[in-house]
């Protein structure tokens, strides 16, 4: 037995007849290997060198390809769009590409829906290519065949609702006794642990850096990555200074019966109102500093593009059967907010009415707690809601609704919150 079966095709190539006839018979791949035989082997590294860092640099683009056509779908099946078209728009954008690349290699493209971790979906984009090797094909035998392939998810299907971001308090999400979440539109997030203790949580997506625990529909997603706080460039300070100084001082304002309407500007001083008084807050930002705001009884709380910003030493309270209707600002630097607290406030904000009919806007406590109490519906009539607070405690029996109609709203989300169109990431 020959040792090399190259050796046995070149004797039997000896023993065929000599001249053009013998020429001729000899067969495709017979003359393959004489070529290859024929070449030094320098030569033949040198060719196999450049064989392979082509491939290399085909696979480096094709990586490139597929991340991009996954991230395009996965973009697509963030905005409820169908599963159908997510992957239609994937191989597009793919195949857009590769017909824009010279002496490419022979490429197919496949699209798929994957399902990844806690139910999340994602797409997935695999391409796989050929190119013809050394020698007709020996080099390596067939040609080369390689694929490439990426996964991208989008990071909340769903709008970014609740944000309880304070990392460094394991516990700061809390839903207590018969409290209820109603945000079946919405994503409600957590970067410590969300603990339902006799409530329940009802919403779009509910996930955790930490740990979920209790009744939660659907099941929720543990070891999430965590979100920032979306807002900690702004600047929201509120100056005391206008309440201080000769001649003036922080005042006592106490309101039990009557219409007033108070309009924008800095408020010094606590405020308190109660019996069937109505208080409507005048279009525009409304300051309040040094002091504090306390509705009770069968009092009213009106205003329609407003925002309240609360200074440092503020505390804000919604009691027993006052009437709380609030919309945010349309425009301004503040657009979209309804309810802020400066920075330095770590006063708990009690929401604790049963007749908080509307709150359309951002909720924004960086450094507060915002405690939801009461025995009735919250903010059911908000086209939408958001709230981004330090911690966030429903205690009692209220029902919080979250909606998420953006379209509805003439009060546009500020950035990072919101409808997350472009909100997509590559899975590793």
Known sequence: MMPFPYLRALRTARRRPSGPRGFWRATTG??????????????????GAIDVSSIMGDRARMRSIAEAAALAGARNLSVAMSESNALEQARAMAEGVISEWRDSPSLTVAAEITELHGGVKGVTVRLDAARP????????????????AATASSVGMKPLCVLA??????????????????????????????????????????????????DITPDAITDAPPVDDPFADIDMAVSGLPCVGKGKSPTVVAITIGVYTIKPGVHCGAISVGGNAVVTLAPGEH?????????????RLL????????????ATKFKEDSVINLTGRRSGALAGFVMMADRGNTQRFEIDSTHVERLDGVIYVPDAELLIGGRSDIARQSDWTVIVANQLTLSGNPRLYLNADYG????????????RRDAVRLVE
Request: proline fraction near 5%; include cysteine; charged fraction near 15%.
């Open 408 to 419: 509805a709203s003439d009060i546009t989300a500020p950035a990072g919150v919101g409808p």
């Open 30 to 47: 017979n003359v393959a290997l004489i070529v290859a035989l024929s070449i030094p082997g320098a030569a033949t590294l040198a060719f």
């Open 133 to 148: 090797s050394l020698f007709g094909d020996l080099l390596p035998p067939g040609g080369w065949h390689y694929s490439s």
């Open 303 to 314: 205003g329609d593009d407003v925002v309240l910003i609360f200074d440092k030493t503020w």
């Open 165 to 214: 971001f304070d990392d460094a308090m394991t516990k700061n999400f809390l839903v207590q006794n018969a409290a209820e979440i109603r945000a079946p539109e919405c994503l409600v997030h957590s970067n410590g642990d969300v603990e339902v203790t006799g409530g329940r949580i009802e919403a779009g997506q509910t996930q955790a850096v930490g740990a979920a625990t209790g």
């Open 287 to 299: 300051r309040f500093t040094l002091g504090s705001l306390v509705m009770r009884g069968a009092a």
